[in-house]
């Protein structure tokens, strides 16, 4: 419950106020931007506790100078611009037309990827041809850099977009998608790690508007059993700038004194480095390193990965110390990559760093992490279709298909009269991968805001939100409909309204019990000659009057006095009772 609310407003729809605070005087005087000319147009992302990074629509100068995308962090000190992110032509660069539209997010390595829309002349004189086009930079730590030319040229795949949005997909892709009017369609292109490739195009005539993206957060799902990776054998590669022999390091031998080598020093480049080109991207959870072990010679070096081959990450820094013979490196964490890059930085006894056999262990990446796509589908009059309709795909091992009838007509929104009709939506995804989409209905006042999570199999309402006046509580006309979910898969709505003559910001989310109950577990568990056990337990303590106890069995079995090895898959793999508020019970039949 929290701030949120009191246990008697369990399951009610409450307005988040007083309890706001601005970050470093984002919230008064000039705000972050802290500019003379107009600011608009935020988003915002979140990197683990402290890092906020924002964007937003920066005014030019003069009232015919274009407008640029601006961006800055909020480092837990202090809101700072990163390289010339927040002065100049800011992100999005020079240009003779505006720059609009700004989408940030940031990525499992922790750096940050922008994308806006901006128009484009080409061609050569008389025969000009305008365009606007979906642009995308990422933060590599240093410097903005794009993909394949999306900083400076745009995804060519755009023509005429319009209200683009974009994710960071479970392998750290950017996703894009767009409207693009002339087509009646919306289009969605991903960057594969070496181009831009289309994965959709979806509506239909007359036109499908307002597209909005969601990634399933936590989704990266890998295929198959941990292998070595870096064979050559699977396909693949080792390549070496400055240095000599590098099909030596995966080729699978690492009983020899042969190695390949690069040259750390005395030379134009040094120091020289191998790359390992995985052929696809994948998790990787171990590295295994052979440096030269028949004599007293010790290395360092350093590795790092890229999804790209452009964009490098540190995995392991052993630029210090003393290294020497089979380098074995569990990783806390899974690292998705396709490119793993090796820069020997020392040998202590010659110029050459010298790598007998290295070995990456993990588990190739499914074809494609799932994805959502909302969009307000305009009507056919000609097929009987009368009003606009809220439709949602999922995209999934490169199928995009719809969820409970969510792609077809009348959508998940199912509008049969002007008050209900969507003009504009919002689509998250719940930690289990539930998608929930909120929109704004009518354009009049007192129009409404509503909410409906897919269950598995329909569409439903969350706490009435999908009945009139849905989340929007405190009148007037909603505009600008945004959604997210917590951690507990509960919906957060936020949207604009003008109530008596002001237009303000609204937040709402249902007021709920997020707390486990405390709970000591089992006290005894006692078998019989009649094949029961009796379970007993002290009872939990909660803020909840109803308390829930499922009780599980495991399908395998320990003999008396063995020490039971359980695994939470098989344990929790059956469900044989749910009581409520009693402490014991009895499994029979075993």
Same mark, same amino acid.
Request: proline share 5%; glycine share 10%.
């Given at each position: 419950?929290?701030?949120?609310?009191?246990?008697?407003?369990?399951?009610?729809?409450?307005?988040?106020?007083?309890?706001?605070?601005?970050?470093?005087?984002?919230?008064?005087?000039?705000?972050?931007?802290?500019?003379?000319?107009?600011?608009?147009?935020?988003?915002?992302?979140?990197?683990?506790? =402290?890092?906020?990074?924002?964007?937003?629509?920066?005014?030019?100068?003069?009232?015919?100078?274009? /407008?640029?995308?601006?961006?800055?962090?909020?480092?837990?000190?202090?809101?700072?611009?990163?390289?010339?992110?927040?002065?100049?032509?800011?992100?999005?660069?020079?240009?003779?037309?505006?720059?609009?539209?700004?989408?940030?997010?940031?990525?499992?390595?922790?750096?940050?990827?922008? /994308? $806006?829309?901006?128009?484009?002349?080409?061609?050569?004189?008389?025969?000009?041809?305008?365009?606007?086009?979906?642009?995308?930079?990422?933060?590599?730590?240093?410097?903005?850099?794009?993909?394949?030319?999306?900083?400076?040229?745009?995804?060519?795949?755009?023509?005429?977009?319009?209200?683009?949005?974009?994710?960071?997909?479970?392998?750290?892709?950017?996703?894009?998608?767009?409207?693009?009017?002339?087509?009646?369609?919306?289009?969605?292109?991903?960057?594969?790690?070496?181009?831009?490739?289309?994965?959709?195009?979806?509506?239909?005539?007359?036109?499908?508007?307002?597209?909005?993206?969601?990634?399933?957060?936590?989704?990266?799902?890998?295929?198959?059993?941990?292998?070595?990776?870096?064979?050559?054998?699977?396909?693949?590669?080792?390549?070496?700038?400055?240095?000599?022999?590098?099909?030596?390091? =995966?080729?699978?031998?690492?009983?020899?004194?042969?190695?390949?080598?690069?040259?750390?020093?005395?030379?134009?480049?040094?120091?020289?480095?191998?790359?390992?080109?995985?052929?696809?991207?994948? /998790?990787?959870?171990?590295?295994?390193?052979?440096?030269?072990?028949?004599?007293?010679?010790?290395?360092?070096?350093?590795?790092?990965?890229?999804?790209?081959?452009?964009?490098?990450?540190?995995?392991?820094?052993?630029? /210090?110390?003393?290294?020497?013979?089979?380098?074995?490196?569990?990783?806390?964490?899974?690292?998705?990559?396709?490119?793993?890059?090796?820069?020997?930085?020392?040998?202590?006894?010659?110029?050459?760093?010298?790598?007998?056999?290295?070995?990456?262990?993990?588990?190739?990446?499914?074809?494609?992490?799932?994805?959502?796509?909302?969009?307000?589908?305009?009507?056919?009059?000609?097929?009987?279709?009368?009003?606009?309709?809220?439709?949602?795909?999922?995209?999934?091992?490169?199928?995009?298909?719809?969820?409970?009838?969510?792609?077809?007509?009348?959508?998940?929104?199912?509008?049969?009269?002007?008050?209900?009709?969507?003009?504009?939506?919002?689509?998250?995804?719940?930690?289990?991968?539930?998608?929930?989409?909120? $929109?704004?209905?009518?354009?009049?006042?007192?129009?409404?805001?509503?909410?409906?999570?897919? =269950?598995?199999?329909? $569409?439903?309402?969350?706490?009435?939100?999908?009945?009139?006046?849905?989340?929007?509580?405190?009148?007037?006309?909603?505009?600008?409909?945004?959604?997210?979910?917590?951690?507990?898969?509960?919906?957060?709505?936020?949207?604009?309204?003008?109530?008596?003559?002001?237009?303000?910001?609204?937040?709402?989310?249902?007021?709920?019990?997020?707390?486990?109950?405390?709970?000591?577990?089992?006290?005894?568990?006692?078998?019989?000659?009649?094949?029961?056990?009796?379970?007993?337990?002290?009872?939990?303590?909660?803020?909840?009057?109803?308390?829930?106890?499922?009780?599980?069995?495991?399908?395998?079995?320990?003999?008396?006095?063995?020490?039971?090895?359980?695994?939470?898959?098989?344990?929790?793999?059956?469900?044989?009772?749910?009581?409520?508020?009693?402490?014991?019970?009895?499994?029979?039949?075993?």
């Amino acid at each position: 419950i929290g701030a949120s609310g009191s246990l008697d407003e369990i399951g009610r729809w409450k307005r988040l106020e007083d309890n706001w605070f601005e970050v470093d005087g984002s919230g008064s005087d000039a705000g972050i931007s802290e500019t003379l000319e107009d600011s608009s147009d935020p988003s915002v992302a979140v990197f683990g506790s =402290n890092d906020i990074y924002a964007a937003w629509v920066e005014d030019g100068a003069l009232p015919t100078s274009p /407008s640029r995308i601006f961006v800055k962090q909020y480092n837990g000190v202090n809101w700072v611009g990163l390289g010339s992110s927040a002065a100049g032509n800011g992100v999005s660069g020079l240009s003779d037309y505006d720059a609009t539209d700004p989408v940030i997010h940031t990525g499992q390595d922790g750096l940050h990827v922008v /994308s $806006w829309l901006r128009g484009v002349l080409s061609g050569t004189y008389p025969n000009y041809t305008f365009s606007y086009r979906v642009f995308v930079a990422k933060w590599n730590g240093a410097a903005w850099v794009g993909f394949g030319g999306s900083e400076s040229n745009g995804i060519a795949g755009s023509s005429f977009a319009a209200r683009p949005d974009m994710v960071i997909d479970a392998l750290g892709m950017p996703v894009v998608a767009w409207e693009e009017p002339t087509l009646a369609k919306i289009y969605v292109y991903r960057w594969n790690g070496t181009s831009w490739q289309q994965i959709g195009s979806l509506g239909n005539s007359p036109s499908a508007v307002y597209p909005r993206l969601v990634a399933v957060p936590g989704n990266a799902q890998s295929s198959g059993p941990t292998t070595n990776l870096a064979l050559a054998s699977r396909g693949s590669v080792v390549t070496c700038s400055n240095g000599r022999y590098p099909y030596r390091l =995966n080729d699978g031998i690492t009983a020899t004194t042969e190695s390949g080598y690069t040259y750390w020093r005395n030379a134009a480049t040094a120091p020289g480095s191998f790359i390992l080109d995985l052929t696809g991207i994948c /998790s990787i959870s171990e590295l295994r390193i052979y440096l030269p072990a028949n004599d007293a010679r010790t290395g360092q070096y350093l590795v790092e990965s890229s999804t790209d081959g452009s964009v490098w990450t540190t995995v392991v820094d052993r630029r /210090s110390g003393a290294w020497s013979g089979l380098q074995d490196i569990v990783l806390g964490s899974p690292v998705v990559a396709r490119y793993v890059r090796l820069t020997g930085t020392f040998n202590s006894v010659s110029d050459w760093f010298q790598v007998v056999e290295w070995e990456v262990y993990g588990s190739p990446f499914a074809a494609q992490a799932p994805l959502y796509l909302s969009w307000v589908q305009q009507p056919n009059p000609s097929a009987g279709q009368l009003y606009p309709q809220v439709f949602v795909a999922q995209y999934s091992n490169s199928t995009w298909q719809g969820l409970g009838g969510s792609m077809t007509y009348p959508g998940l929104t199912a509008a049969t009269n002007a008050e209900t009709t969507p003009y504009q939506s919002a689509i998250t995804v719940t930690p289990e991968g539930r998608a929930m989409v909120a $929109w704004k209905a009518n354009t009049n006042e007192q129009n409404a805001v509503y909410l409906k999570r897919f =269950n598995g199999t329909s $569409w439903q309402g969350v706490s009435d939100s999908h009945l009139y006046p849905g989340v929007s509580l405190n009148g007037g006309v909603a505009m600008n409909v945004d959604v997210a979910s917590d951690d507990f898969g509960l919906p957060i709505v936020a949207y604009d309204a003008e109530v008596s003559g002001l237009n303000e910001v609204f937040v709402y989310r249902v007021v709920s019990d997020d707390a486990a109950p405390a709970f000591e577990g089992l006290k005894t568990a006692i078998g019989s000659t009649n094949q029961n056990v009796a379970l007993a337990w002290t009872a939990a303590s909660d803020t909840s009057t109803t308390i829930y106890y499922r009780v599980y069995r495991s399908s395998t079995s320990v003999a008396c006095g063995d020490a039971p090895n359980c695994s939470a898959s098989d344990v929790f793999g059956s469900q044989v009772a749910v009581v409520t508020n009693i402490t014991s019970y009895t499994v029979t039949g075993l």
